[in-house]
């Protein structure tokens, strides 16, 4: 520290060193408040957090791996798999498409009322679920106001609502922030100078997006689309909403989940929740991954402006 | 966070004075999509409010069962927020300053709930916490079966919403405390130590006043989110009409009955609600600029 007194004298020869007593840093706590804490945090990620995924693996495990296998070979568990495997695969694509037009058009360009079109993305993640498959129920629904357009003669014109394609438009809906919340921080801190240059220099608008501005935002695209993943696969208030809930029809994992579960089907519920929670724990590792080469990248382009 | 937006580049008025192409076909991409995935969907949810009459649609929003739900899922939200402002704060606050075996693994499981389905999280929840299951059973054994019964149960009643909503909101509050905690220099801390301030008195005038946004803005976030919560309460709640029910469970129930003027009323009032906690979280980040000296979080 800069309160030792500074000698020129040789420092005497540490032979047989006297334990020390080391003082402790004006900056932290003492060593037992230190401990505690630790004790503390660590004890409630393991039993809160910890706990409850242990418990999907055990509950699935419990009678034995044929009856594990025997729930996801159940035609009605795999048509559930398939529906949201085609949900996801619709969803994701499309809503990583806004996601970068999005942060395009707000991270490059000043226009008035974005401010307004940025809290408009984000309002989907503070909607609740349910009321967001119940704004699809209402807009698509024989009560709604627009009943003379999607129905006749008591039924759909277009076969949207308790069909798969109304739980595709449901699940755009609470993951489409996703992307573009995740991008727009992310091309804001890199700025604009690289695309400029190759334009100057010739380049073509597509030339210069895919060749400068991808490669830029590659990382923080990936960080996007597995958090998408994640939620499209995952959701289950929006969708229950709108679903038909007919089994080997309109029912995805999480809502064959559900059914499994309210009919005592442990076993099978809980098979089906740790696929799940597979794609959880992978979806973790690679969101720790991407999130921190973005990081990098946000922090390389922030360094390299003056 | 959404605050980062704000900042736009100075030297540009307006979207055409700039050589970077594809203005009018990103935004107005942006435009379409978010009209019709959000806008439409949302002026049709309150449309279909204002074509009842107005005292039918305060009777049914102000009714016995609309009533109680709030009071359990903004109560059981609430409680859920304190709890995790708490531990948060402490997880939060030991991923930073400490190091110890296992930090990297603590700190990538406190996503966990984010990235867990709801509906796994639920049962899970429902299991671990029920009669039968590990924390259950402790819990079972603690109080006794009549105290059980009586309101202590941690599952199938309000207790379990609370620790279903403390599960899904945790990483709010340690995610957005992070961030604030790195950046926090050491030197004032050092300056208040050297002024002979005890480590606790450091710790409530210097470190709480500077997190203090960030600390709110968190618990503000796991509140919102919590209050709209479905899947992974459900399973864990009573959902005893007029004691158990949360808000969003009322509409589910009420979409399933087929009364979609009520379903419609109860959702408008959700929705009114998530705009508040829109404002309020982009009032508190605006605090957070002010607090720690940077624009953008």
Redesign the interface.
């Known amino acids: 520290m800069a309160t030792s007194a500074t000698t020129l004298e040789p420092a005497p020869p540490q032979e047989a060193p006297r334990r020390r007593r080391i003082p402790r840093k004006?900056?932290?706590?003492?060593l037992w408040v230190?401990l505690l804490?630790?004790t503390?945090?660590?004890g409630?990620?393991a039993?809160?957090?910890?706990?409850?995924?242990f418990?999907?693996f055990k509950?699935s495990l419990l009678k034995g791996i044929r009856v594990y296998y025997d729930a996801l070979e159940n035609p009605h568990a795999v048509s559930a798999i398939k529906l949201t495997l085609l949900t996801a695969a619709i969803v994701v694509p499309l809503n990583t498409l806004?996601g970068v037009?999005?942060a395009?058009?707000?991270?490059?360009?000043?226009?008035p009322g974005?401010?307004a079109?940025?809290?408009?993305?984000?309002?989907?993640l503070?909607?609740?679920?349910?009321?967001a498959?119940?704004?699809?129920?209402?807009?698509f629904?024989r009560?709604?106001?627009?009943n003379s357009l999607f129905w006749s003669g008591g039924k759909q014109v277009f076969p949207i609502l308790f069909e798969p394609a109304g739980i595709v438009?449901a699940t755009?809906?609470v993951t489409?922030p996703f992307v573009a919340?995740i991008l727009?921080?992310l091309m804001?801190?890199q700025?604009?100078a690289e695309?400029?240059a190759a334009?100057?220099l010739g380049a073509r608008?597509w030339q210069?997006?895919v060749y400068i501005t991808l490669p830029k935002i590659k990382w923080g695209l990936f960080y996007g689309i597995i958090?998408c993943n994640?939620r499209a696969?995952?959701?289950?208030?929006a969708v229950?909403?709108v679903s038909g809930h007919i089994q080997g029809l309109t029912n995805t994992?999480?809502?064959h989940?559900?059914l499994m579960?309210n009919s005592s089907q442990?076993e099978a519920?809980?098979a089906l929740?740790s696929i799940?929670?597979m794609l959880?724990?992978l979806?973790?590792?690679l969101?720790?991954f991407f999130g921190w080469q973005a990081e990098r990248q946000a922090k390389e382009a922030l360094e390299s402006t003056p | 966070m959404s605050d980062a937006v704000s900042s736009s580049i100075p030297y540009r008025r307006f979207g055409n004075r700039t050589i970077l192409p594809g203005f009018h076909l990103s935004l107005g991409y942006t435009l379409i999509y978010v009209s019709l995935l959000v806008l439409i969907p949302m002026a049709f949810l309150v449309a279909k409010v204002f074509t009842e009459p107005f005292a039918a649609t305060w009777a049914k929003i102000t009714s016995d069962r609309a009533i109680a739900s709030y009071m359990l899922s903004f109560g059981a939200s609430g409680i859920a927020a304190l709890i995790n402002g708490v531990f948060g704060f402490i997880i939060a606050w030991v991923l930073v300053r400490y190091e110890f075996p296992g930090r990297r693994f603590a700190d990538a499981v406190v996503d966990l709930p984010f990235a867990l389905p709801t509906a796994v999280a639920g049962i899970s929840l429902a299991v671990l916490y029920g009669k039968n299951g590990t924390f259950g059973e402790w819990v079972h054994w603690a109080v006794g079966p009549e105290a059980w019964r009586a309101g202590w149960a941690t599952a199938n009643s309000n207790i379990g919403v609370t620790i279903a909503l403390t599960f899904i909101g945790l990483p709010f509050v340690v995610r957005t405390l992070q961030p604030v905690l790195e950046d926090l220099s050491t030197d004032i801390e050092e300056a208040a130590a050297c002024l002979g301030a005890t480590r606790w008195q450091t710790f409530w005038r210097i470190i709480v006043p500077a997190i203090l946004p960030a600390w709110l803005t968190g618990m503000t976030l796991a509140f919102g989110r919590a209050v709209g919560e479905f899947g992974s309460v459900i399973f864990i709640a009573s959902g005893v009409i007029g004691r158990g029910e949360i808000t969003p469970l009322v509409i589910y129930t009420t979409l399933e009955e087929g009364l979609y003027s009520q379903a419609a009323a109860l959702g408008a009032v959700m929705l009114v609600f998530s705009f508040l906690i829109l404002v309020v979280v982009s009032l508190l980040q605006a605090w957070n600029g002010r607090v720690t000296g940077s624009a953008s979080v």
Do not use: H, N
């Open positions: 004006a900056t932290t706590e003492p230190r804490l630790i503390i945090a660590v409630f990620i039993g809160f957090l910890l706990m409850p995924l418990i999907i509950e806004f037009a999005a395009w058009a707000i991270s490059r360009f000043s226009f974005k401010r079109l940025v809290t408009l993305i984000d309002l989907p503070w909607v609740s679920p349910i009321v498959g119940l704004m699809f129920v209402i807009l629904g009560q709604g106001l627009l438009i755009l809906f489409f919340r727009i921080p804001q801190a700025g604009s695309e400029e334009l100057t608008g210069t997006f958090l994640a696969i995952g959701e289950f208030g229950s909403a994992i999480p809502l989940i559900e579960y442990m519920a809980f929740a799940l929670s959880a724990l979806t973790l590792v969101k720790s």
